[in-house]
Nanobody, 116 residues
Framework: QVQLVVSGGGLVQPGGSLRLSCVTS????????ITWIRQAPGKKRELLAV???????SYVDLVKGRFTISRNDAENSVYLQMNSLKPADTAVYYC??????????WGQGTQVTVSS
């Protein structure tokens, strides 16, 4: 059974950092792409970063240079390190995975609030 469990959100001041975790089970990270997606109230979902099965990372311009996606195969986990956080980064953050074309497998989401 495929599962993705997200953790690590919280309240952080502008300029601060958080690391989100996505612990996976039921599949190998060598076979899946993993992405981090966020959704702020009243806004569309935004895909932020993708890690391919070959461990290649790509980012949207909005987070490039501030966020880093990475994985730990021993822990079956994918992470999103978020630095220089801004109030505009406030959203619910999800990880999602896919073997094919569609992001079919989702974690439950974690709230990130950037506020002073």
């Amino acid at each position: 059974q495929v599962q993705l469990v997200v953790s690590g959100g919280g309240l952080v001041q502008p300029g601060g950092s958080l690391r989100l975790s996505c612990v996976t089970s039921g599949f190998s990270l060598d076979d899946y792409q993993i992405t981090w997606i966020r959704q702020a109230p009243g806004k569309k979902r935004e895909l932020l970063a993708v890690l391919t099965s070959g461990n290649y990372a790509s980012y949207v311009d909005l987070v490039k240079g501030r966020f880093t996606i990475s994985r730990n195969d021993a822990e079956n986990s994918v992470y999103l390190q978020m630095n220089s956080l801004k109030p505009a980064d406030t959203a619910v953050y999800y990880c999602a995975g896919r073997r094919g074309a569609d992001w079919n497998d989702w974690g439950q989401g974690t709230q990130v609030t950037v506020s002073s």
